[in-house]
Nanobody, 121 residues
């Protein structure tokens, strides 16, 4: 069982930055693949970035070069650094945990409650 709690969302102007954090419970955090997804009103949940249990990470094309995902296994925490934010980045951001590396939301059993990011123009 893994419990996930996101934090760090908020309102920011276009071009600004935010860092989201996701704190995980449990002693096996390092063995999980962790990912960030987002969902805007009226849209499907969208993959944002992933970091596997080996520390490799990559981001979706829509955020590549602007968003960076990282993890600190000692703190049971995964981060999403978001720079050069755009109004279209406005969404509810979720972190999720899986035992397999996948970019599909269906592959994630554990989810946080989400943190809202709003980017004003």
């Amino acid at each position: 069982q893994v419990q996930l709690v996101e934090s760090g969302g908020g309102l920011v102007q276009a071009g600004g930055s935010l860092r989201l954090s996701c704190a995980a419970s449990g002693r096996t955090f390092s063995s999980y693949t962790m990912a960030w997804f987002r969902q805007a009103p009226g849209k499907e949940r969208e993959f944002v970035g992933i970091t596997d249990n080996g520390g490799s990470s990559f981001s979706a094309d829509s955020v590549k070069g602007r968003f960076t995902i990282s993890r600190d296994n000692a703190k049971n925490t995964v981060y999403l650094q978001m720079n050069s934010l755009k109004p279209e980045d406005t969404a509810l951001y979720y972190c999720a945990a899986s035992i397999i590396p996948t970019t599909s939301a269906a592959g994630y059993r554990y989810w946080g409650q989400g943190t809202q990011v709003t980017v004003s123009s």
